[in-house]
């Protein structure tokens, strides 16, 4: 692998124990005010600060919003996607734990990613739908049975 993929996947790596973390902390958050989607539209709040003072700091703000207008609709809806992510897990972490919440989250995210690469959805390369691909779905769907056992 080049060292640029090696990269990518330390930072995705990184990413998915961000995720495991935010979730408890998301959950404590929405148990003190009382309400998952307040918690959810709180912790997007603090995240929206944190990126907009990067950017700012990147000096990248005013040539990204010039190049905004020129975007397919749909791209303007992964915020959105990522409110789903945010408020399901701070409404299910104090139920499920954290291990089957990454678990059912990672489920999830194959199930969709399989159907996303087959397609070539959003422009991507389409990559077809094999048995190993298959096989790894599945072994995250016996993780995740076994994490509630």
């Known amino acids: 692998m080049a060292p640029t993929q090696w990269m990518a996947l330390l930072a995705v790596m990184i990413g998915g124990a961000a995720i495991a973390i935010q979730a408890p902390i998301n959950?404590?958050?929405?148990?003190?005010?009382?309400?998952?989607?307040?918690?959810?539209?709180?912790?997007?709040?603090?995240?929206?600060?944190?990126?907009?003072?990067?950017?700012?700091?990147?000096?990248?703000?005013?040539?990204?919003?010039?190049?905004?207008?020129?975007?397919?609709?749909?791209?303007?809806?992964?915020?959105a996607f990522g409110a789903?992510?945010?408020?399901?897990?701070?409404?299910?972490?104090?139920?499920?734990g954290v291990v089957t919440l990454v678990a059912a989250l990672i489920f999830g995210q194959l199930t969709a990613a399989l159907i996303l690469d087959a397609v070539g959805a959003f422009g991507l390369t389409v990559r077809e739908i094999s048995w190993t691909r298959l096989l790894a779905i599945g072994f995250v769907?016996?993780?995740?049975?076994?994490?509630?056992?």
């Open 27 to 79: 959950g404590r958050l929405g148990a003190h005010v009382g309400d998952p989607v307040l918690a959810a539209a709180i912790s997007f709040g603090v995240g929206f600060l944190v990126l907009a003072a990067l950017a700012l700091a990147r000096g990248v703000v005013a040539e990204g919003l010039a190049g905004a207008g020129g975007v397919p609709w749909w791209a303007w809806t992964g915020g």
């Open 84 to 96: 789903i992510f945010v408020w399901a897990s701070v409404w299910s972490v104090s139920s499920l």
């Open 141 to 149: 769907a016996v993780g995740l049975v076994l994490s509630r056992l």
